[in-house]
């Protein structure tokens, strides 16, 4: 007999919600930092134990848009709690309730779904009370199936969180053969891992101008190397010189960890060759926002 269930990773930006989908996976499928905003499409995530499959999908932090693709974001939101069996709600272990977290309630609320509560970070916390407080104040809003405070970054509690989640599975079918890992192509999930180079390296408003296209990529086929060619577009040329930095030294770096993380993930030596562009205000342009594969 085999179960399965469609868990839909939700919450407000820079919660921890990629880093929970990799821990959950055992692998880096989704890219991490500490901007807000880092994850601009649903990912999905694939995790076959035994007899269940979870299928996860990781949806962009719920915020106030301000762009055409900060709207496109938050549909996506949206849109992933149509036909899901539960929620995955993940929150920070202290602070107010933010309003996008009320609004997101408000939504499990006329959905019925079905919500596990997350509460990362719990590693931030002095006080063991802080957290008492912080349960007692999210249980009153949402008769949620189970609360798990986690640490996304260290592991723990991760498996008492996935047990839960393994509960809410229904008899089926796996909708994936066993080994799916997710349903990202390469392509997208190489220039995830650009992109995440550069949110790391970089500050202040670039990152998130800043989009990456992959024109190429291709293993050779008389020796074990994988060419990859990548775009690397921002908004404006400033930003652009500011990429590429002095003699070239900012592109190199970013091109030299992502190329670290592209051979570990994809398990070959690769050649990575990058360059910069400009696409003056792309975010709000629907054919771009199309053309990168993020409508």
Known sequence: MSK??????????????????????????????????TTRTKIMGVLTDGEVQLVFTDTPGYHK??????????????????GIDACLFVVESKGEIKKGEQELIGKFKKLGVPVILAI??????GDKKELLERIVQLNSLYDFEAIVPVCAATGEHIDELLDEMKKLSVDGPHFFPDDTLTDQPERVLAAEIIREKILRLMDKEIPHGIAVSIEKMREREDSDILDIEATIYCERESHKGMVIGKKGAM?????TFARQDLERFFEIKVNLQTWVKVK?????REGLIHNFGLD
């Open 4 to 37: 399965n269930a469609f868990i839909a990773i939700v919450g407000c930006p820079n919660v921890g919600k990629s880093s929970i989908l990799n821990k959950l996976l055992g692998q880096k499928i989704a890219i991490v930092s500490s901007k807000p905003q």
């Open 65 to 82: 848009p301000h762009n055409k693709l900060g709207e496109k974001m938050n549909k996506a939101v949206g849109d992933s709690l149509g």
């Open 120 to 125: 990362n970070k719990i590693d931030m916390l």
């Open 251 to 255: 592109l190199k770096k970013i091109s």
């Open 280 to 284: 003056e205000d792309w975010r709000n």
